[in-house]
């Protein structure tokens, strides 16, 4: 075990962790934002809304993000109706790709998350609700919303940790994150266990944070029944 | 229970090399790097490389059993004593050989150029059609220079781990350079325009630009020696000199008979042997 190597090879990896962070924050809000919608489709009376959210639930929970990320930058490149529209500006871009396969990846399993979280909400409060003349996006807002976001938080915690790891996936397409600089020191020091050790650090102490960040918030906010 | 954690225990300490008189030798290789070693669609391994070693394996008298591992892994896993030799397209470079000894080389391709027929690059022609960069004449140097200037400010695709990698970062550093984990990756990003240059051994584009609806095109100079390095031989343990010898001398009687430039012919249209 070559110590030195794993310092080295710590300092040269930490470049990459504003890259990761940058994917994996955008990720996580862009992809919050969208289960939001996909909640709202999948619990819509509209049958074409709640069959789609469902579908699409389904297919991305049921495939591997490799083959998710994989499928967005090798994939669709092959199309030259796509090489040719607009959307090559973006899906040009390897950040782009990944932030797009993680964005679509954590939306699917956060709009479960949060379905979960309303469904342990009881019927009677929303009678309640309607009862007091609320609307139904009253309702939403001020009964639903806010205990089925409290409900979720251990569970969306898990799924930020998911994130942080999964992002070193994306090292695959080109990406020069934290796993992409792993690698690339391995081709030349041919040595995978010093240098997967320093990455493996970072990666635990990001992971460390985020759980007694939300050990915190826990605290503060969850329902204990 | 003591005895059975001594047998569990004793399973992490079996030698991973059973036996030093080579009757059996495993054979490390990518499976992804046709013409050298690639994997057909019925997932067998196949190439030129692959009939040289079985080819080889017959000369010695040896059993060998193929192992497929991914190129960013296959120094490592040899020196773990994963397989004993690594017989992947790899080329005898300085920097290999602080970890590896390399066998006698047995091929060597250059490595080409590749830009989409659209590019401006297309057109692109040297005073001379093969450089070795071994070579300090004024007319290498010039063309050269000249590569150098081309490949400024490109995006350049390379697999990682690889002297084409070397090259780049060597020689011209200001382009923006992308690693590929295999020479397939690097290809569908070639055909899809995300790269303008993409750099590999001659024969490991061929496939892709035969097919088609590839607009590629190679050009020249076809680059070797520097760190190219000294052609593609089999890589060992620092340890394992008799089974060294016993492929050098192998390889040497395949030579001198043409059976290696045969194998060449068969899978890269010419005779690429050393």
Same mark, same amino acid.
């Given at each position: 075990?070559?110590?030195?190597?794993?310092? +080295?090879?710590?300092?040269?990896?930490?470049?990459?962790?504003?890259?990761?962070? +940058?994917?994996?924050?955008?990720?996580?809000?862009?992809?919050?934002?969208?289960?939001?919608?996909?909640?709202?489709?999948?619990?819509?009376?509209?049958?074409?809304?709640?069959?789609?959210?469902?579908?699409?639930?389904?297919?991305?929970?049921?495939?591997?993000?490799?083959?998710?990320?994989?499928?967005?930058?090798?994939?669709?490149?092959?199309?030259?109706?796509?090489?040719?529209?607009?959307?090559?500006?973006?899906?040009?871009?390897?950040?782009?790709?990944?932030?797009?396969?993680?964005?679509?990846?954590?939306?699917?399993?956060?709009? +479960?998350?949060?379905?979960?979280?309303?469904?342990?909400?009881?019927?009677?409060?929303?009678?309640?609700?309607?009862?007091?003349?609320?609307?139904?996006?009253?309702?939403?807002?001020?009964?639903?919303?806010?205990?089925?976001?409290?409900?979720?938080?251990?569970?969306?915690?898990?799924?930020?940790?998911? #994130?942080?790891?999964?992002?070193?996936?994306?090292?695959?397409?080109?990406?020069?994150?934290?796993?992409?600089?792993?690698?690339?020191?391995?081709?030349? $020091?041919?040595?995978?266990?010093?240098?997967?050790?320093?990455?493996?650090?970072?990666?635990?102490?990001?992971?460390?944070?985020? $759980?007694?960040?939300?050990?915190?918030?826990?605290?503060?906010?969850?329902?204990?029944? | #229970?003591?005895?059975?954690?001594?047998?569990?225990?004793?399973?992490?300490?079996?030698?991973?090399?059973?036996?030093?008189?080579?009757?059996?030798?495993?054979?490390?290789?990518?499976?992804?790097?046709?013409?050298?070693?690639?994997?057909?669609?019925?997932?067998?391994?196949?190439?030129?490389?692959?009939? #040289?070693?079985? +080819?080889?394996?017959?000369?010695?008298?040896?059993?060998?059993?193929?192992?497929?591992?991914?190129?960013?892994?296959?120094?490592?896993?040899?020196?773990?004593?994963?397989?004993?030799?690594?017989?992947?397209? #790899?080329?005898? $470079?300085?920097?290999?050989?602080?970890?590896?000894?390399?066998?006698?080389?047995?091929?060597?391709?250059?490595?080409?150029?590749?830009?989409?027929?659209?590019?401006?690059?297309?057109?692109?022609?040297?005073?001379?059609?093969?450089?070795?960069?071994?070579?300090?004449?004024?007319?290498?140097?010039?063309?050269?220079?000249?590569?150098?200037?081309?490949?400024?400010?490109?995006?350049?695709?390379?697999?990682?781990?690889?002297?084409?990698?070397?090259?780049?970062?060597?020689?011209?550093?200001?382009?923006?350079?992308?690693?590929?984990?295999?020479?397939?990756?690097?290809?569908?990003?070639?055909?899809?325009?995300?790269?303008?240059?993409?750099?590999?051994?001659?024969?490991?584009?061929?496939?892709?630009?035969?097919?088609?609806?590839?607009?590629?095109?190679?050009?020249?100079?076809?680059?070797?020696?520097?760190?190219?390095?000294?052609?593609?031989?089999?890589?060992?343990?620092?340890?394992?000199?008799?089974?060294?010898?016993?492929?050098?001398?192998?390889?040497?009687?395949?030579?001198?008979?043409?059976?290696?430039?045969?194998?060449?012919?068969?899978?890269?249209?010419?005779?690429?042997?050393?």
């Amino acid at each position: 075990m070559n110590f030195s190597l794993i310092f +080295e090879s710590f300092l040269k990896i930490l470049n990459g962790l504003a890259l990761s962070l +940058e994917i994996i924050v955008l990720s996580l809000i862009l992809g919050f934002l969208a289960s939001i919608l996909i909640v709202l489709m999948r619990l819509s009376k509209n049958i074409l809304f709640s069959r789609f959210s469902r579908g699409f639930i389904f297919s991305i929970r049921g495939t591997p993000l490799l083959v998710q990320i994989y499928f967005i930058y090798y994939g669709l490149a092959q199309f030259s109706f796509i090489r040719d529209s607009f959307l090559w500006i973006i899906l040009k871009e390897p950040f782009w790709c990944g932030v797009i396969a993680l964005t679509i990846n954590t939306s699917a399993y956060t709009a +479960e998350i949060i379905r979960s979280g309303l469904n342990a909400i009881s019927k009677g409060q929303i009678e309640s609700a309607t009862a007091f003349g609320m609307t139904k996006f009253q309702t939403f807002k001020r009964i639903l919303i806010p205990q089925a976001l409290r409900q979720s938080i251990p569970a969306y915690s898990n799924e930020i940790i998911l #994130m942080i790891k999964s992002s070193s996936l994306v090292s695959i397409i080109t990406i020069m994150e934290m796993t992409g600089i792993a690698r690339k020191i391995i081709s030349t $020091t041919f040595a995978p266990i010093e240098v997967f050790i320093a990455a493996g650090i970072i990666y635990l102490f990001l992971n460390y944070l985020i $759980t007694i960040i939300f050990r915190q918030v826990e605290k503060r906010y969850s329902v204990s029944y | #229970m003591n005895k059975l954690f001594a047998i569990i225990a004793s399973l992490f300490f079996v030698p991973l090399t059973l036996s030093a008189d080579w009757t059996e030798v495993r054979i490390g290789t990518e499976g992804a790097y046709p013409p050298w070693n690639g994997t057909n669609a019925a997932g067998e391994l196949e190439g030129a490389e692959i009939d #040289m070693a079985n +080819e080889l394996c017959d000369r010695m008298g040896v059993n060998c059993t193929f192992v497929v591992q991914d190129w960013d892994g296959i120094i490592p896993a040899l020196l773990n004593g994963k397989y004993d030799v690594i017989i992947a397209g #790899m080329s005898i $470079t300085d920097e290999r050989k602080e970890k590896v000894d390399f066998s006698v080389g047995y091929m060597t391709d250059g490595a080409c150029l590749v830009v989409s027929g659209d590019s401006q690059m297309a057109s692109f022609s040297p005073s001379k059609e093969s450089i070795n960069l071994f070579n300090t004449d004024a007319a290498t140097k010039q063309v050269t220079g000249q590569v150098v200037a081309l490949l400024k400010g490109k995006t350049v695709g390379v697999q990682g781990g690889t002297i084409h990698q070397n090259f780049v970062e060597q020689y011209a550093p200001s382009a923006e350079l992308k690693t590929y984990s295999t020479q397939d990756d690097l290809n569908l990003d070639m055909g899809a325009g995300r790269l303008d240059v993409g750099l590999a051994d001659c024969g490991a584009f061929d496939d892709y630009m035969a097919k088609a609806d590839s607009n590629l095109t190679s050009i020249q100079p076809t680059l070797s020696g520097g760190p190219f390095g000294d052609g593609v031989g089999g890589a060992f343990r620092k340890d394992d000199d008799d089974l060294r010898e016993m492929f050098n001398a192998a390889i040497k009687s395949a030579l001198a008979d043409g059976t290696i430039g045969r194998i060449s012919k068969e899978w890269f249209g010419r005779d690429i042997s050393m």
